[in-house]
């Protein structure tokens, strides 16, 4: 552990000495603020009109904006996901292409390192980056708290707030996996990040297509589905069922990326 530990230091060095890290930060922080003013605003309008014309004349969907956690948080927390699934293969894309580019993750292969310490290293590294740029984000409802107020007091519910949170988080940490992973085949940073975005972005959407299926295949699609997975977190309820998909999910890529390096070993 204390040689993956070692590696995933290194992995962080590295990133931050370069432009690249640091570009994806500020496209994170740029993005996310500007959804997140976008989506304060709508919740002002749509408070303005309940003041106006009372909750009961207003849609029924427009229950969410009673409160600034629902109204505003959990939304931000769907567009961060979103938002996520573009900017964490452009973190993993370089972690293993980048040194077979410059011939360094052969000497690497040659030295005692296992190849288990390689892959949690690289992993870890990623991981790293990853809650770097999602911890961005909390700065959100941090404002909002310092602000804003509610009927208890505080403006936001903080229980719900943090699990949504910790759901985003998951879902980069498996972003990261599955990226390491398709890093691990190819030399090509960018072949690395399209063919991580083309995995993820079909099986993040499944949930629309098994709605055009019949059971039990709508079901079992569904159950795949990343969003549908997620949903449960980001509106603060805790499901076992979703940690063990997303923990399966990331077991099985870091699996798949061990027999991938250890098979380039002995190649």
């Not at 003013?37 to 427009?62: C, I, M, N, T, Y």
């Not at 403006?155 to 985003?168: D, I, K, R």
């Not at 549908?228 to 499901?239: F, I, R, T």
């Given at each position: ?15 931050f000495t370069t432009p690249?890290?640091y570009a994806v930060f ?142 985003v988080l998951l879902w ?96």
């Amino acid at each position: 552990m204390r040689t993956a530990l070692a590696i995933a230091r290194k992995e962080l060095a590295v990133a931050f000495t370069t432009p690249w890290a640091y570009a994806v930060f500020t496209a994170m922080a740029a993005l996310s603020s500007f959804f997140f003013v976008s989506l304060l605003e709508q919740f002002q309008q749509v408070q303005s009109l309940a003041r106006e014309h009372g909750w009961s004349k207003l849609p029924p969907d427009s229950i969410i904006y009673r409160n600034l956690t629902d109204g505003v948080v959990v939304q931000l927390w769907g567009v961060v996901m979103i938002l996520t699934l573009f900017v964490a293969p452009f973190l993993s894309m370089r972690l293993f292409a980048e040194e077979k580019r410059q011939k360094t993750f052969a000497l690497l292969l040659t030295t005692p390192v296992r190849p288990v310490d390689i892959v949690l290293g690289k992993y870890l590294g990623g991981l790293g980056l990853i809650f770097i740029t999602l911890g961005l984000t909390l700065v959100f409802p941090v404002l909002l708290s310092l602000v804003g107020s509610g009927p208890s007091g505080s403006a936001l519910e903080w229980p719900t707030v943090l699990l949504g949170y910790s759901g985003v988080l998951l879902w980069g940490a498996t972003c990261m996996a599955v990226g390491l992973f398709i890093s691990a085949l190819t030399e090509s940073q960018m072949l690395a990040a399209f063919l991580t975005f083309a995995v993820l972005l079909p099986w993040m959407l499944l949930r629309g297509v098994a709605q055009s299926t019949a059971e039990p295949l709508r079901s079992f699609l569904s159950y795949l589905a990343f969003d549908a997975q997620l949903q449960g977190m980001l509106q603060g309820v805790l499901e076992v069922q979703a940690l063990v998909f997303f923990a399966s999910v990331i077991l099985f890529s870091l699996l798949l990326t061990h027999r991938a390096v250890e098979a380039q070993r002995y190649a």
